[in-house]
């Protein structure tokens, strides 16, 4: 068994609204020092995972954002992988 | 017909047995409590979330709250507790369950509803009174109101904001599954109206099969003489009566 490093980003679909999002959009525009616009707010998870392979590793993955960090109604995901360093 | 229906609800009954789901940080159980046990005299127990199992019970009330303090999103980590997998269930077998507040977002994250509550529209926690339609009065949950019907019960939340796809908004109206809708006094669904920014104004709907109902509003806080709103004690009611 191999143990990987693993990081989920979510943000929400683009079809959704992100208070968050317009609310530092809101700041931004109030201010004329930020030329900043189009914000979305997402997070971001970070766990190790012990599996055989990246494969499966990856398999794993993606039934729990499935079933358990995402909802793919108003959320969209990426997935990262790396070997942990021993 | 609904006088008699009343009638028979106080003389010809046997009683209900409630269970009512702890998870930590829910704040709503003790309203409910009160309500089924002493004001409408059923039996009544508090189910923990940790437990695998409840027996002989008839009525599942999932209250609200903050469970798991909001974390992730309002209800997720709720719908992955012991109890929540014997609540679908229960569910799927025809039983009857209703979640109130952060107990519509859990039954959400369940998959036992469709769609999910998000932010409101506002960005801010609501706190007040609100009217709202009985859309269908031929349900398990509301067959003791008049069709069409207009009731006032309190609402507070910070997500209330019912998204939908667009398949399933097909699919709940096909179905008939609009239980509630955000109204005025006239009854109508206006922008104004929709304390949430909620699809439709929908404040509360149902699953397909019509035994599991969410609704953002309070019945549990509007069901006691004391507090001066009774019009959410016909929804308890209208279960009792279903059941019997």
């Known amino acids: 068994m191999k143990n990987f490093n693993v990081t989920i980003e979510i943000m929400p679909l683009d079809s959704v609204l992100d208070p968050q999002g317009e609310a530092l959009?809101?700041?931004a525009k109030r201010s004329k020092t930020y030329k900043a616009k189009d914000f979305r707010v997402g997070k971001k998870i970070v766990f190790s995972l012990l599996s055989k392979n990246k494969a499966d590793c990856t398999s794993s993955v993606r039934k729990l954002c499935k079933d358990f960090l995402v909802n793919e109604i108003v959320e969209q995901y990426k997935i990262k992988i790396e070997h942990a360093k021993d | 017909m609904k006088l008699l229906s009343s009638i028979k609800l106080r003389l010809n009954m046997r009683k209900i047995?409630?269970?009512?789901?702890?998870?930590?940080?829910?704040?709503?159980?003790?309203d409910c409590f009160n309500v089924i046990k002493n004001i409408l005299k059923q039996n009544c127990t508090y189910i923990w979330h940790d437990s695998n199992t409840f027996t002989n019970i008839?009525?599942?009330?999932?209250?609200?709250?903050?469970?798991y303090g909001d974390y992730l999103r309002t209800g997720a980590i709720a719908a992955q507790s012991k109890i929540s997998y014997k609540i679908k269930d229960f569910a799927n077998r025809g039983g009857v369950v209703i979640g109130i507040c952060n107990g519509f977002q859990i039954l959400t994250e369940l998959k036992l509803l469709p769609g999910i509550l998000l932010r409101n529209q506002s960005l801010n926690f609501i706190c007040k009174d609100v009217l709202i339609k009985i859309e269908d009065n031929t349900t398990r949950f509301t067959n003791l109101y008049e069709h069409g019907q207009i009731i006032r019960i309190p609402i507070a939340h910070a997500e209330g904001n019912l998204y939908l796809s667009k398949e399933e908004i097909d699919s709940i109206k096909t179905n008939n599954q609009i239980m509630f809708t955000y109204c005025n006094r006239d009854g109508k669904p206006t922008v104004e109206s929709n304390p949430n920014?909620?699809?439709?104004?929908i404040a509360g709907l149902s699953n397909k099969e019509g035994n599991v109902l969410g609704l953002m509003p309070h019945p549990e806080r509007a069901s006691d003489t004391v507090l001066g709103n009774t019009d959410g004690k016909k929804l308890f009611e209208s279960i009792i009566n279903y059941i019997n």
């Open chain 1, 25 to 27: 959009e809101l700041v």
């Open chain 2, 17 to 30: 047995n409630f269970g009512i789901i702890q998870f930590p940080g829910s704040n709503c159980e003790e």
């Open chain 2, 58 to 67: 008839d009525c599942i009330i999932v209250p609200g709250g903050f469970s």
């Open chain 2, 197 to 201: 920014g909620s699809i439709l104004n």
